[in-house]
């Protein structure tokens, strides 16, 4: 089985350069290729590493027109000018079309952006007779939103390293869609939703492969970098903040000798700068 999992380009007024390596992709790869062998996962991220090209304002942001009616110098003309940052939506729909995958699963992490997230899931399906899937956190903040487009066939909420790995038996035939965690999918017109479980313990998931993404687009100050947890979720309860849709209310931490197990691995790659992305990386700061 062939799988290829995206990330897709964004829109926006400016862009991150280092923000979104996707190491989440990254993990789910990495537990597909322990749990599944046999299949045959792709990365392909089609943000980082492309040129910017500059397209027309959404029309829900039209308004902004008349705040910003020309271009100057200063830090307010950061909202003159909208951008497609990454590879345009024709060559993304080639490039999968070529493949030819059996699979292809869409990672949706900001609400911002969801927009892309939909544009490759309908492109795939007008291309490709394949289930498309979509995950991250925009999803599991409003999964019947999501689930409830023609072209987008699953959803997976919270964490997706055992939701995938089972996805993937399904398909194979080894197990129910009803048993596999974490999933949404259609049945008879209705949206069904089976019940979210915990994932694998974080002590047992594999380094992320990031063995599919070219180092030069992932360079900070010279160096190249590589993105790294050590811990899921946080222990706060802040009302304003959304990480417990995703990763629950289970603080987990890596143990550390698997920290620093990574962080050689890194360097025998030849990555010479971490970006640690925790959602609450020194809150216990004594250990740390």
Known sequence: MKIVLVQPPIRDFYDTDIRLQPIGLCYIKSAINKYLPEADVLIRDYHAGYSRKTVPLPEELSFLKEYYPVADKSP???????????????????????????????????????????????????????????????????????????????????????????????????????????????????????????????????????????SERYQRAGNSLAFMITSRGCPQRCSFCSVHTTFGNNYRRRPVEHIIEEIKQRYREGRRMIDFEDDNLTFYKDEF
């Open 76 to 214: 307010f003309s950061t909202f003159h000018q909208y951008y497609h940052f990454g590879e345009s939506f024709d060559r993304i729909e080639a490039e999968i079309n070529d493949i030819a995958p059996d699979l292809v699963g869409i990672s949706s992490l900001f609400t911002p952006y969801y927009r892309e997230a939909h544009e490759i899931a309908e492109r795939v399906k007008k291309r490709l007779d394949v289930p498309v899937i979509m995950g991250g956190a925009h999803v599991s903040a409003v999964p019947h939103d999501v689930l409830g487009l023609p072209y987008i066939d699953y959803v997976i909420l919270g964490e997706g390293e055992r939701p995938m790995v089972e996805f993937v038996r399904f398909l194979l035939g080894h197990m129910k869609r009803e048993d596999v965690s974490n999933l949404g999918y259609k049945k008879d017109g209705l949206l069904c939703f089976n019940p979210v479980r915990v994932n694998y313990p974080i002590h047992e998931l594999p380094i992320p492969d990031l063995s599919g993404l070219p």
